[in-house]
């Protein structure tokens, strides 16, 4: 069932850079190595409810129903774009104590955790990527479909990790240089922007 296939491709899907990445790597640069961990977790967190909807058939609901999706996914974009307005706002994020500023470890997990929970594509993409692996045979799909999952939300995990670690590698050449700063404050809330803008412009 956990076949190298499925490992390469959940790979090569974990490592695309997207809303998770982007919000991971920008907490790792601006609020330090742990408070990276704890975006990876909440955005690890946010696959759950696209499971469940997954197992419990929502998903073929959503995708059927435009006015299901279409209030998800406007809701995703109004979020992102929250998140694009905030980061340029934000000038106090590049602090050099290491600490995670003004944001608690909740909230760093809270940001995450909706910013996948309110991506439509995700569920859909369960639904169509998962059963792909799942043998026609299997006497206990269910389970086949959990283990994968698990699978797949820790390889989520470990990739995002390393994102914001590899992040806060540059964190010292960024502290340095108030030019650099800006030019990441703009361009992460150009990127959240982009995202929101996309997925705005984007069908079932």
Not at 41 to 50: E, S, V
Not at 171 to 179: D, L, M, N, P, T
Request: with cysteine; net charge positive; proline share 3%.
């Amino acid at each position: 069932m956990i076949t190298l296939e499925f490992l390469l491709t959940s790979l090569v899907v974990v490592l695309i850079p997207g809303t998770g990445v982007v919000y991971t790597v920008s907490t790792g640069l601006t609020r330090g190595r742990r408070a990276s961990i704890f975006a990876a977790l909440g955005c690890t967190a946010g696959i759950l409810p696209h499971l469940v909807a997954t197992i419990l058939g929502l998903a073929a609901v959503m995708h059927t129903s435009a006015l299901a999706f279409q209030i998800l996914k406007y809701a995703g974009v109004a979020y992102l774009l929250y998140l694009a307005f905030a980061t340029w706002r934000d000038r106090s994020a590049f602090s050099v104590d290491g600490s995670m500023s003004k944001t608690s470890a909740i909230g760093l997990i809270g940001k995450a955790f909706l910013l996948n929970i309110l991506n439509p594509k995700l569920t859909i993409f369960f639904l169509a990527f998962l059963p792909q692996f799942i043998d026609p045979a299997s006497t206990r799909p269910l389970i086949d479909l959990h283990v994968l999952s698990l699978v797949f939300m820790a390889m989520t995990f470990v990739v995002f990790v390393i994102y914001g670690f590899l992040a806060y590698g540059f964190r010292q050449f960024v502290i340095e240089s108030a030019r650099v700063q800006s030019a990441l404050r703009y361009g992460f809330a150009s990127a959240f922007a982009a995202l929101g803008a996309r997925l705005a412009a984007s069908e079932r």
